[in-house]
């Protein structure tokens, strides 16, 4: 039963991770007490952390005394281009307490995170602004994966202006102009999060970035609006309402074309792992087909596309109901 030992496993990464000691070691500390006395440790406490890291690969052992990191180590150094940092300061610090609560979700229904954090996570992490980077740059390595299957299944070459409505870190819009260079891109976000992104974003490719707050009023023009990983944080009737300001921010021609997994669509056993985060985390929910429907009926919609791609997310395209 190697899986009842896998939250052991997460924890040795994330004190490994907390005190950059892989990174550490890549800098040249090889041996436990360079490494302690650099990260300012308990030596014999972080030689047993070592021997731990050591047998699950993280490390391999010089000849000499000392460490080196393996290769699969190296996904823990943040500068890694598929690193899992983010991942796992994430998963322990923000998700690991709603997630021991389950129990408690699946007799009361609602979410857990509120109850350990003190606050809803969108909150939290403006409160604690290192816990937004964590999950901004973890949604960042996501989109990466699933990215390639959206762009394949999308099709902008006849739009115009593209406005990704809690579009984060505008990686799907970056991705869209560099098939279309002649889109006009919108980022339409919460005021804290694009206050955190990189000065170079309004720039390459140029970026109108918007700030606001999707349940109030979406005041922007665009042909195509999408909205990706959003309505799986919202329960039916907060859904509803970013459903309704998007409708009337559109015209009758505008594409809303949202990005999301479709339950009963053969979707990989990861999917119904990311539902029940929503349930502990937001209070949202993966839906299917005709849980779907319904909010676009409720929200003066109607859906004219459905595009699976290769992997877990499809493309549901709606326009406006014509009454
Ligand atoms: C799960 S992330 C998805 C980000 C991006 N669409 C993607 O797929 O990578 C949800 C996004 O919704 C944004 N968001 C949350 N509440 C919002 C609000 N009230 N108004 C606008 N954006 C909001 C968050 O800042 C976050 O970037």
Same mark, same amino acid.
């Given at each position: ?7 052991? &496993?997460? /924890? ?11 990174? $550490? ?11 302690? &006395?650099?990260?300012?440790?308990? /030596?014999?406490? *972080?030689?047993?952390? !070592? ?35 983010? $991942? ?11 997630? &021991?609560? !389950?129990?408690? /979700? ?28 964590? =999950? ?7 989109? +990466?994966?699933? *990215?390639?299957?959206?762009?394949? $299944? ?30 006009? *891109? ?7 999060? !694009?206050?955190? !992104?990189? %000065? +170079? ?36 009737? %907060? ?45 949202? &929910? ?6 779907? =429907? ?15 791609? /290769?992997?877990?997310?499809? *493309? ?8």
């Amino acid at each position: 039963m190697a899986d009842l030992q896998a939250y052991q &496993r997460v /924890a040795v990464m994330h004190a490994l991770a907390s005190h950059h000691v892989l990174g $550490a070691i890549s800098k040249g500390h090889h041996t436990t007490e360079a490494l302690a &006395r650099v990260g300012q440790l308990h /030596a014999p406490s *972080l030689e047993r952390l !070592l021997r731990a890291a050591l047998d699950i690969g993280l490390i391999a052992p010089t000849g000499d005394g000392g460490y080196l990191v393996t290769e699969r180590g190296q996904r823990l150094d943040p500068d890694h281009p598929n690193s899992l940092y983010s $991942a796992i300061m994430l998963s322990v610090e923000q998700y690991w307490p709603a997630w &021991r609560a !389950l129990h408690q /979700a699946v007799r009361t229904g609602l979410p857990t995170f509120q109850d350990v954090h003190g606050c809803p996570p969108w909150e939290w992490r403006r409160r604690h602004p290192e816990q937004g980077r964590f =999950f901004n740059e973890w949604q960042v390595q996501q989109s +990466r994966q699933v *990215l390639s299957d959206v762009m394949v $299944a999308l099709d902008l070459a006849s739009a115009h202006t593209v406005v990704d409505i809690g579009g984060g870190q505008g990686t799907l819009l970056r991705a869209c102009y560099a098939r279309w260079p002649h889109l006009q *891109l919108v980022l339409f976000e919460q005021e804290h999060t !694009l206050a955190a !992104l990189p %000065a +170079r974003m309004e720039e390459d490719p140029p970026v109108c970035q918007v700030a606001g707050d999707f349940f109030r009023g979406i005041p922007v023009r665009g042909d195509v609006f999408l909205l990706k990983s959003i309505l799986h944080d919202w329960e039916d009737e %907060a859904a509803v309402t970013i459903l309704r300001q998007c409708a009337q921010a559109m015209q009758d021609q505008t594409r809303l074309i949202i990005v999301e997994r479709v339950l009963n669509r053969g979707l990989s056993p990861q999917a119904h792992m990311v539902d029940l985060a929503m349930l502990l985390v937001t209070g949202g &929910r993966e839906r299917n087909l005709e849980q779907y =429907f319904a909010l676009f009926s409720a929200a003066g919609l109607q859906m004219v596309r459905l595009t699976p791609t /290769a992997g877990d997310f499809s *493309l549901i395209e709606c326009q406006r109901k014509l009454v």
